[in-house]
């Protein structure tokens, strides 16, 4: 049996952290953004952006949705020590006819406390798993992009790609690449796929798989892309003269991969603002249509990777090509893009 | 006679320094012509890649210059009103504002002798043509508030005698998403450049055989090279040099690659009339 003075320190302790939540302030900031002069929509109707986090990403998506939006809008920060409960109750001073929830701590709070408020959410990565999808007035887009959109604007920098070796966990991605396999045939796209247990197994499966390829694909399966496992990849492609192309984040183009297609946040915040014009008029929408991948991709070219097989990237694909990394130019130095 | 010989001798070093020391300073004081470039919907990185290229191409003219882009164009106009900018390639909807009266259009880029960006109207089911109401387009925002934007692209859709009630709009980055989301069925429209048709014809032909043109919607003159008034860019001889240089572009690899970037073959001189008709 603990001493007495131990126990009360815990007691007080425990009643401290409770104390500190109940008391912390359930948002970090609030905004109140007023409609534009000539707005054509009913101004009753108030949205709320609820934001998971100051983290500024979110932002980038805000800055597009309020350029579209023409209803009162409140942007909230949530406050990473208030209580989900607290920040409900706040909230609902609001009085809110529709969230843009970024961020999955937004999303649930939004879910389990205003069901019967529609909702648009947007950069929750396990969405299916919160079964956001389940009711008829929430609409999201997906973290996950369209293989084929992404597979067209691969082809913006690399024409004749057609066959395509993909690497996958079976217990991460193995529904997923089957379907994007059947998906991406249609678009003149052969996709072999190889099962590998870990980023350790990658070797092998890659030395012992006979057939030709023009690229190698990453997708966002974790076995895959980390970087042990990009590493090991990146190595034996060059050995071939082949390239890797990415569907997870530009930094596998900075790091040499080809070209890859990330997601375009700015893209996000336009979408958002669809299917929020979509709800506030009630418009019947189809499963299909609420919950959407992304549109629009950020394409990065990396012109060195290019040089190294003795790909040359065609010139009208440049105007359409959102980032640029190195030179193709023989003799010139390489010399990585950065922010100014 | 020692005394002036030692005279003589202290004037012939100081001249000799004076002229040694003030030499660099006479060169570093020769002109420089900033060009400053203001485009508000291209992203830093494919800006950075622009002006690497351009300056690297002015270095191989005689005329001394620097491209120079800005983030914003209330930056551009503190500039050419300072007289630390000479030049500016800005968009041409600028050119018609109160601060844009500075600006004395010089070149204008072209595509196929084409000195316009034609944007038209496109849809899969043709029955869309004709009523967009309660529809999706998908679209690059140039060079104005979004809201206004949308707002003038509805007037224009309406002079074709399109119904636009409560039609949305999807911004995008670049054209070509606008085809491939409607190629995918995620929007119901796009209003693209002429020129991206023949990229998605590469991309995915049978999708661009799909697709209807439903008619011209816009018609934006291309972002002239302007001499800013009151400054350098009124000297006729250094605008001279600047256009002969600016013709010269797409003969050097340089500057061919900041041409293929701008999606432009060649620099032609601005004509008044060009004006006319076009947003």
């Not at chain 1, 065609?314 to 010139?332: H, L, M, Q, S, V």
Request: proline share 6%.
């Amino acid at each position: 049996m603990k001493p007495v003075a131990l126990r009360h320190r815990w007691i007080i302790l425990v009643a401290t952290v409770a104390l500190v939540v109940a008391c912390a302030p359930a948002f970090k900031n609030v905004e109140n953004v007023t409609p534009p002069p000539g707005a054509s929509v009913d101004l009753s109707k108030r949205v709320v952006v609820l934001k998971s986090s100051d983290n500024p990403i979110f932002d980038a998506v805000v800055e597009t949705y309020l350029g579209q939006i023409e209803h009162p809008v409140t942007i909230v920060t949530m406050n990473d020590e208030a209580s989900d409960r607290a920040i409900a109750a706040k909230l609902e001073e609001h009085e809110p006819d529709l969230f843009l929830a970024l961020g999955t701590r937004a999303a649930l709070v939004v879910r389990d406390h205003f069901r019967q408020v529609p909702m648009v959410f947007a950069m929750v990565p396990a969405w299916k798993a919160h079964r956001l999808g389940e009711r008829a007035q929430v609409a999201g887009i997906t973290m996950e992009s369209l293989a084929s959109f992404d597979f067209m604007q691969f082809k913006l920098a690399v024409p004749d790609l057609r066959r395509v070796l993909v690497f996958y966990n079976p217990s991460f991605s193995g529904p997923f690449v089957k379907s994007t396999r059947q998906e991406v045939a249609g678009h003149g796209i052969e996709l072999s796929t190889v099962p590998v247990a870990g980023a350790t197994d990658i070797e092998r499966a890659y030395r012992e798989y006979k057939g030709d390829f023009d690229a190698v694909w990453l997708h966002s399966d974790p076995t895959v892309i980390q970087s042990r496992a990009f590493a090991t990849l990146k190595r034996l492609v060059d050995e071939d003269g082949k390239v890797i192309i990415s569907s997870v984040s530009d930094k596998f183009a900075h790091s040499g991969a080809l070209a890859s297609v990330s997601l375009d946040f700015p893209g996000l915040g336009s979408q958002a603002a669809v299917l929020t014009q979509r709800l506030l008029s009630d418009e019947p929408m189809p499963t299909q249509e609420r919950i959407q991948p992304p549109i629009g991709g950020f394409l990065t070219v990396n012109m060195e990777a290019a040089k190294r097989v003795g790909l040359t990237v065609p010139r009208d694909a440049f105007p359409y090509i959102n980032r640029i990394i190195g030179e193709d130019t023989p003799g010139k130095a390489s010399e990585k893009a950065v922010e100014p | 006679m020692m005394q002036s010989r030692y005279n003589l001798r202290l004037i012939g070093i100081a001249l000799f320094a004076a002229v040694t020391f003030n030499a660099p300073v006479f060169e570093a004081q020769e002109p420089q012509e900033n060009i400053v470039f203001f485009d508000p919907d291209a992203n830093h990185q494919k800006i950075i890649q622009i002006t690497r290229w351009f300056n690297d191409y002015l270095e191989t003219t005689p005329i001394k210059a620097r491209f120079r882009p800005v983030q914003n164009v209330e930056t551009l106009w503190k500039l050419a009103e300072s007289g630390a900018a000479s030049y500016a390639i800005v968009s041409s909807q600028y050119l018609s504002t109160r601060r844009g009266r500075q600006l004395e259009p010089v070149l204008v880029p072209a595509q196929k002798d084409d000195v316009y960006y034609r944007k038209v109207l496109v849809v899969k089911n043709e029955q869309m043509a004709a009523d967009l109401s309660r529809r999706t387009i998908a679209i690059t925002v140039s060079g104005q508030e979004p809201r206004e934007f949308f707002r003038d692209t509805l007037e224009k859709l309406e002079k074709k005698a399109i119904k636009t009630q409560d039609t949305r709009f999807l911004q995008v980055k670049k054209d070509i998403d606008a085809l491939l989301a409607l190629a995918f069925g995620r929007v119901d429209a796009a209003i693209v450049t002429t020129a991206t048709f023949g990229v998605l014809s590469r991309l995915n032909p049978v999708a661009a055989k799909s697709f209807h043109r439903v008619g011209e919607i816009d018609k934006i003159l291309r972002a002239p090279l302007c001499a800013i008034k009151g400054g350098r860019g009124g000297d006729a001889v250094a605008t001279a040099a600047l256009v002969e240089a600016f013709k010269k572009m797409a003969g050097s690899p340089d500057g061919e690659k900041v041409m293929s970037t701008m999606a432009i073959d060649s620099w032609v001189s601005f004509k008044p009339e060009m004006m006319e008709g076009a947003r």
